[in-house]
């Protein structure tokens, strides 16, 4: 079975950094894509990083407004990603949620305000 | 960047009703488009994968159909567990999401 778990959320102050992680079993992970998607209180949904596996070098890409702030990363070893955010911004609210394919995790609550 | 729009943004149907969904490409995105199923509190479900494939588990009352720019969701027969909202995501060319339908029962 695959399972998809979130961790790391919670509440920060603008400009300040979070490190969410997402633990996962049931696949093959070592050769999968993984996704950081979010969805804003409205309800809206996002892609926000996707990074490819060790055979694609361990690509990355960023949707255009967390370019230069956010950062996707990997530990095969463990079978988890990571994304680091830095300098977060109000409109960073969200729900984010780690995916593998149609995968999701249950998602974790990101809230930046002063 | 693909733009997607989805329509109708609110449905009401009745138990036993066929209800459709679609969603319009602002450009061709081949058969890469996913349908997702988000209930109240719950994170989003797949349920139809590139275009016509039905992910595991899921009922075969969802079908999806189209190709290029317009694709539609379709639930053959209504019923009470599928009030919930849909997504459409394309996936060709980065990721984008519709903005949603909300499915109600009337």
């Known amino acids: 079975e695959v399972q998809v778990l979130e961790s790391g959320g919670g509440l920060v102050q603008p400009g300040n950094s979070l490190k969410l992680s997402c633990a996962t079993s049931?696949?093959?992970?070592?050769?999968?894509?993984m996704y950081w998607y979010r969805q804003f209180p409205e309800k809206r949904l996002e892609w926000v990083a996707r990074?490819?596996?060790?055979?694609?070098?361990?690509?990355?890409d960023y949707t255009e407004s967390v370019k230069g702030r956010f950062t996707i990363s990997r530990d095969d070893s463990k079978s988890s990603i990571y994304l680091q955010m830095n300098n977060l911004k109000e409109e960073d609210t969200a729900i984010y949620y780690c995916?593998?394919?149609?995968?999701w995790g249950q998602g974790v609550m990101v809230t930046v305000s002063s | 960047d693909i733009q997607m729009t989805q329509s109708p943004s609110f449905l009401s149907a009745s138990v036993g009703d066929r209800v459709t969904i679609n969603c319009k490409a602002s450009?061709?995105?081949?058969?890469?488009l996913d349908w997702y199923q988000q209930k109240l509190g719950e994170a989003p479900k797949l349920l139809i994968y590139?275009?016509?494939s039905l992910h595991t588990g899921i009922p075969s009352r969802f079908s999806g159909s189209g190709s290029g720019t317009d694709f539609t969701l379709t639930i053959s027969s209504l019923q009470p567990e599928d009030v919930a909202t849909y997504f459409c995501?394309?996936?060709?060319?980065?990721?984008?999401f519709g903005a949603g339908t909300k499915l109600e029962l009337k």
């Open positions: 995916a593998w394919r149609g995968y």
């Open positions: 049931g696949f093959t992970f070592s050769t999968a894509w």
């Open positions: 990074i490819k596996a060790k055979s694609n070098n361990y690509a990355t």
């Open positions: 450009q061709n995105i081949n058969k890469y």
């Open positions: 590139n275009t016509n």
């Open positions: 995501l394309q996936h060709n060319s980065g990721n984008t």
